[in-house]
């Protein structure tokens, strides 16, 4: 609490009676001094009780319009302030825009004496990416003669995701295709809701299942099945590395993957499906969320997804010439010290079971090491360990190494699982070759073949994920050429 202008005012005068009743002897002087001192004091008295009732009585709300924003869009902000019982103060507020945000005006509001509700809008640019919290709001209080300022309860958050690409194609050669998932079946007969089978009714079978309408058609007692409705896991394993960088500012070959895999994200909330995630850079695994479920868990994926950057850049965050991704993977990924131990106590044994075993083990340590100095390649078998046997491994990587692209997939495909390959063809995202439009055609028909392969493989789906506009030039100049050709 502090006392306005005014109440210094009337203090001044209180005073400088005081001084005149000294001065000039004159009691009555010293009694108006008194009694001015006593009216301060019970104004205080009086406004420290109203503070304290409309605070009680008081709900103050920041309401932003969305809670979640493009990096720079405009969205209004409105401050809310409503009282069960209308004050005889004048209360002020003043909302708590972030500091990462920029407010077209100031976000306040006034209650006067007697008023039960006000509001205040502006508009607020959020330039920053990133998870923004309002600051608390304050609450000025005065009757004239005092003033109190309070912070209220009130912090919504703004999460501000960075400007992405436009237009994000997912197909095949320039085919668009949908990558949402509906309900899965279990293939097993149960609870559910789709009609699987309709068959006699054999002894045992539970009267609840007995489909009377068929049962009346038929004259026989036939009892209707359902096929069980299941959760999927999936597993999305993002590539980060440097050679994701590649591509204009804010729309990379990672930008569009991103989109992609926060699209499957949100279907798999939609669906209920346990969701899991890990990110790999060129030094290997660099965080892992294991399938889980509930609005926490997907939130959680989704701002790892936002946070991704792509790892190993030079010190001018620069795609390195020759991007190098024969790096050890830490975590979790076990290492070959097992097998070389193996093959180290079979050295100079001389019997033939040792001499059987020696290939196997040799074949192992080399294998192992392949794991050690090829992150993705790790990071999926990493993925895979322990998995349920229904998981969707979903691999959004781009087509910069091939080779181990390929070994990578037959391997999530040796141990069961279903494949989506989401591919960035780097002939997309490399700008000088966009410039020349037959080499750009002949890198696009060599990444198509890539893909095409992949696709061909048993259990596994391979799309491409590029601009739009870029993919349609190259199209086109490859149909030219081909047009020019046949002439």
Sequence with gaps: MRPTRQAWAVGAIASALAVLAAVFARPLLLGATVLLGAWLLVRQVLFVRGVADALDSLTVRQVPAANAVRADAEIPVTLEATLDTPARLRLSLDGGVPPGATAAGPLSATLEPGAATTRG?????????????????????TDGLFAATIPVESRPTVTVEPRGPHSAHVGRGGDRVSIAQGEHDAGQRGPGLEPAELREYVPGDSADEIDWKATARLDTLHVREYETQTHRPTMLLIDHGAALAAGPPG????????????????????????????TVGDEGITSRIDPTTGPAAYLSIRRRLLELEPTGLDDDGAVPETVERAHPIPGPVPSPTRPRAALSALDGADDPFARALEPFYAARTEYDIRFDAEPLLGAVRTALTGQDSRQWT?????????????????????RGSRVLVLLAPTVLFATDELGDPDR???????????RRDLDRMDAVTAFEVAPEDRLSAVLEATRSRSRGELR
């Design 121 to 141: 809008t502006t508009t607020v640019t959020w330039p920053v990416a990133g998870r923004h919290r309002f600051d608390r709001p304050t609450v000025t209080a």
């Design 251 to 278: 729309e990379s070959k990672l930008d569009y993957l991103r989109e992609t895999a926060l699209a499957i994200a949100a279907n798999a909330r939609e669906l209920d499906d346990p969701l899991g995630l890990i």
């Design 394 to 414: 979903v691999i959004c990587t781009d087509d910069s190494d091939r080779e181990t692209l390929y070994e990578t997939i037959r391997f999530a495909r040796a």
């Design 440 to 450: 750009a055609s002949d890198r696009y028909l060599e990444f198509e073949e890539l």
